[in-house]
């Protein structure tokens, strides 16, 4: 049987128009991008597939091109429509967080870098860097590392601060395990990085560490 197979409002595509993409499964809403399944499988069979054995949505989506290519049933094609998928989905939360107004309060701050950072299988430490009205001048990743954790180069810190004039900077960056918790080295260097901004007048406002569907603030935790 395939999904022309089904009645017209069990039918993804058909579901979607008639209730909502909100109506539809993670395995419904990935067979829609898939567009066909295998032999003896419909997409929506290879979706759910997928999900149960990459360890659901988000394992999935966290592949990179090259491993979701190889997965039984997708093929390069198919791993490239669910990249630009999720690349389009991030960027849509960006959009209106890009405006030089929009970190005029903490929930905007931690939606603005839960779009930036979340999703990343390694660590990515970045710095918003803001002027005297503590509007943004710019967001850059500055450093890369492992599961584990990423080497923060203080004096990188202060050129980039210098460079873009900063007048207060917020810091961020991502836990790959998902727990949006602080560990004693985030509390360290964060200590160093205030101490070092000092010297040139840029203040700290925030260290903000991302997990799974959460942010943490350091300064809403009484640690700045």
């Known amino acids: 049987m395939t999904i022309l197979d089904w009645p017209c409002q069990e039918r993804p595509r058909e579901k979607l128009v008639a209730r909502g993409a909100a109506a539809l499964s993670d395995a419904e809403l990935l067979a829609i991008f898939l567009g066909s399944g295998r032999h003896g499988q419909t997409a929506v069979d290879l979706g759910r597939e997928l999900l149960g054995c990459n360890g659901g949505l988000k394992g999935l989506l966290e592949l990179d091109s090259t491993a979701l290519a190889a997965l039984p049933g997708l093929g390069a094609a198919k791993a490239c429509r669910l990249l630009a998928a999720l690349e389009l989905g991030k960027r849509h939360l960006a959009v209106d967080l890009d405006r030089p107004d929009a970190l005029s309060n903490p929930l905007a701050c931690a939606d603005f870098v839960r ?71 985030d509390r360290e260097v964060t200590g160093e990085l205030r101490s070092a901004l000092r010297l040139i007048d840029v203040r700290v406002l925030d260290h903000l560490i991302v997990g799974s569907g959460k942010v943490a603030s350091l300064a809403q935790l009484g640690q700045i």
């Open 115 to 185: 779009a930036k950072l979340a999703g990343y299988p390694y660590e990515v430490f970045a710095c918003l860097f803001l002027d005297t009205r503590n509007r943004m001048i710019a967001f850059e990743e500055l450093f890369r590392g492992s599961v584990n954790g990423a080497n923060v180069h203080v004096r990188e810190v202060v050129r980039r601060c210098l460079a873009h004039n900063a007048a207060a900077a917020i810091f961020a960056h991502n836990h790959p395990s998902g727990v949006a918790e602080p560990s004693q080295a």
